[in-house]
């Protein structure tokens, strides 16, 4: 692999975890990012909940593996990074409407092999004394994380500088070019740039530059909303998905929420949810003090069509890679694995 030389076009969260593992393979490497840094792209609109525990456990197995995967290889790599890469987090607390509906989610998972323990409210308080009037039951997933999606971008791409990639931030691809049936590289706003193997990772943008060569991409985009809520004091230890917010404190101390949206949401509708968010927020935690909504971010996540595998290589052009999924931050330390595999065969 060292021998050739590899654009990972996208920096991401699945553009620069590829371009850290095959820097650290010992690749020719050069991450090209459209933005000025990296993460700034969907990649800044996530929660960046590593996890099995959300939503319910009916995930095919296979997809249900890869995220308990996930949450090892995320432990693995804030080990190596010592402790710098993950947010600050004990895990997550999940509860529903009715303590029945809680005790099946914690079974599901747990059959299924997460680790997880149902909790009263007594310990609840004792976890997380934010929460008002705490569920009288919940359950516990000790092993899942949270990740600053952008901040774990930086330091993943600093990473990958380190090890001899080179990184070209503010510039847009325009095209990707091939000769004689094989990618030769990508064209640049200022000139071309040589490859022998060209990387797609740029989410939903992926979508246009591999129209020619892969028609049956099978990408398309859901929207979802990240609302950034600052404290003066007051923090979350958990990850929390119950009474109507999935919510989490940040490595800086703001507070996080996941909402799901419609598309075109107007200027109204943002502030509506806004508002939202930020009275569920004073509701439930009324120790924290002074909350109040420091914005609201969109992004239009890149979904693939049923079946379609993590990292797919075009038939024509030679060399040419496709690499988007969803939940990508998830799935981001398995696709760099796969596309390794692949490069490496």
């Given at each position: ?166 990184t070209l931030f503010g ?21 071309s740039l040589a490859a ?150």
């Amino acid at each position: 692999m060292a021998q050739h030389r590899i654009i990972v076009i996208g920096a991401g969260i699945v553009g620069v975890s590829i371009a850290h593992r095959l820097s650290g393979n010992g690749a020719r490497v050069t991450l090209v990012e459209a933005r000025e840094a990296p993460g700034l792209g969907v990649t800044a609109a996530s929660f960046g909940w590593i996890t099995c525990a959300a939503g319910d456990d009916s995930v095919p197995e296979p997809d249900y593996r890869r995220r308990l995967q996930a949450i090892e290889d995320y432990a693995r790599l804030d080990r190596d990074f010592g402790g710098r890469l993950c947010a600050p987090c004990r895990g997550a607390i999940v509860w529903g409407a009715t303590e029945d509906e809680t005790r099946g989610h914690a079974q599901g998972h747990e059959e299924r092999g997460s680790v997880v323990r149902l909790i009263g409210a007594a310990e609840i308080a004792e976890f997380e004394p934010m929460i008002a009037e705490p569920p009288a039951l919940a359950a516990r997933f000790p092993r899942e994380r949270a990740l600053d999606v952008a901040h774990a971008c930086i330091l993943l791409a600093r990473a990958a500088r380190e090890a001899g990639a080179e990184t070209l931030f503010g510039e847009t691809v325009l095209g990707l070019e091939t000769t004689g049936g094989r990618v030769s590289g990508v064209r640049l706003s200022g000139g071309s740039l040589a490859a022998d193997r060209v990387i797609v990772a740029a989410g939903a943008h992926s979508a246009a530059l591999v129209a020619d060569f892969m028609p049956d991409h099978g990408i398309t985009t859901s929207p979802s909303a990240l609302v950034t809520i600052s404290v003066e004091s007051g923090r979350l230890a958990h990850v929390l998905d119950g009474g109507g917010i999935e919510i989490r404190s940040r490595g800086n101390g703001d507070l996080v929420a996941a909402c799901g949206v419609e598309d075109d949401l107007d200027d109204r509708a943002l502030s509506a949810l806004a508002d939202d968010v930020l009275s569920r927020v004073r509701r439930l935690f009324p120790g924290m003090e002074n909350p109040r909504v420091d914005h609201v971010q969109l992004g239009q996540r890149p979904m693939l069509a049923d079946g379609r595998p993590l990292v797919s290589a075009a038939r024509a052009p030679e060399g040419l890679y496709l690499a988007v999924a969803h939940p990508g931050v998830i799935l981001a330390p398995e696709i760099s694995r796969q596309v390794a595999e692949l490069l490496a065969h």
